[in-house]
């Protein structure tokens, strides 16, 4: 179900007044393009690559701030074992000359920042079929690529602007418009007053206590309790409830540190709805909660080998979880994993 999944905030009915953009993820043939609440947008190949992958990303805003990388990598590639790849470029099977002057090169790694040198290789590679290695299996397929990025060029409003990718103009580049404010959750409390021995003890008992009595399928014994402070009267209760072949579903609750011991359940709401769901409330999947950060993590999986799914994280402001990072990577393609999927929001 993850193979190509469309997140997309649509604003029709909303009020004027807000200043995030709306999330957006889309498939164009073998491009991928996700776009965030920034308006940063990044677009990459997907599907049969076999570790070959090239990597667009662009900022909203004047500045076009933007980079182009070139790599390989992915579980199947022994790279130590892999001769350099610039030299074994092709293009539509022909040796691949890389126009400009400003590029990165490493073993198996090219990369330009240079909006020159990246708009002059977009140019000399946008009508070809596919980037291949000599002796390789290995292929960036440049179908939908175009597409993909007249999308990004429309989206970021750069169409008919000197900055455009594709839909080229001669606005110049102070006509395009800057990216949408970045919302702040503030950290409440990053270093709560530590359990006490009889605190840890009795919330451990309490948390124990409501893992026996609830309705869940997993069997008792790989059922866990976790508890941490989250403020100095507040802690976070987590508890593991149902499980499939690489998907755990959690519970949890804020709970006061203090008898009689009250209990408030956890739900996590996005600030949008996907396209994909009819509800704004997420489950807890592959809960965690890292005290360093003092964030809260989901990881919904697409399969076992963590490639595809769903990233959130969460941060406690006071009174409850909110967002302040949602990634998503719809095709499983043994690429990535989940703390290096695109963004679709992000927060301060």
Not at 261 to 275: E, G, I, K
Not at 320 to 344: H, I, S
Request: hydrophobic share 35%.
């Amino acid at each position: 179900m993850y193979h190509r999944l469309f997140f997309l905030l649509l604003l029709v009915g909303l009020p004027s007044t807000l200043t995030w953009a709306a999330p957006v993820q889309q498939e164009f043939s073998d491009w991928q393009v996700t776009c965030n609440n920034q308006n940063f947008c990044t677009a990459r190949n997907v599907g049969l690559h076999h570790g070959l992958v090239m990597t667009l990303t662009r900022s909203a805003g004047a500045h076009n701030d933007s980079t182009l990388r070139i790599e390989l990598g992915g579980p199947e590639n022994v790279l130590p074992k892999i001769a350099p790849i610039a030299p074994r470029l092709l293009l539509d099977g022909a040796p691949l000359k890389l126009p400009g002057e400003h590029w990165q090169i490493t073993p198996w790694h090219l990369s330009s920042t240079d909006s020159v040198t990246i708009n002059a290789f977009l140019q000399h590679i946008q009508d070809a079929q596919a980037l291949t290695l000599v002796r390789g299996t290995q292929s960036i397929s440049l179908q939908g690529l175009k597409a993909a990025l007249l999308f990004v060029d429309d989206r970021q409003k750069r169409v008919g602007s000197e900055t455009a990718w594709i839909g080229k103009g001669d606005d110049p580049p102070l006509s395009v418009p800057p990216a949408p404010a970045l919302k702040t959750v503030v950290k409440v409390n990053p270093t709560p007053t530590p359990f006490s021995r009889e605190e840890f003890n009795a919330l451990l008992d309490y948390g124990t206590m409501r893992m026996n009595n609830s309705q869940c399928s997993l069997d008792p014994l790989r059922r866990e309790v976790w508890v941490t402070p989250l403020t100095d009267d507040k802690a976070l209760l987590m508890q593991s409830c149902e499980s499939g072949a690489y998907n755990t579903i959690y519970r949890a609750w804020l709970v006061t540190r203090q008898k009689p011991f009250v209990a408030q359940a956890v739900r996590l709401r996005l600030p949008f709805q996907p396209a994909d769901s009819d509800e704004r409330e997420i489950e807890l999947v592959n809960l965690t909660f890292d005290e360093k950060t003092r964030e809260l993590t989901t990881v919904d999986k697409g399969r076992g080998q963590g490639d595809c799914g769903v990233q959130t994280r969460w941060r406690y402001d006071g009174q409850r979880f909110r967002l302040v990072r949602y990634a998503g990577q719809p095709t499983c393609d043994n690429w990535q994993g989940p703390d290096a999927w695109p963004t679709l929001w992000i927060t301060r």
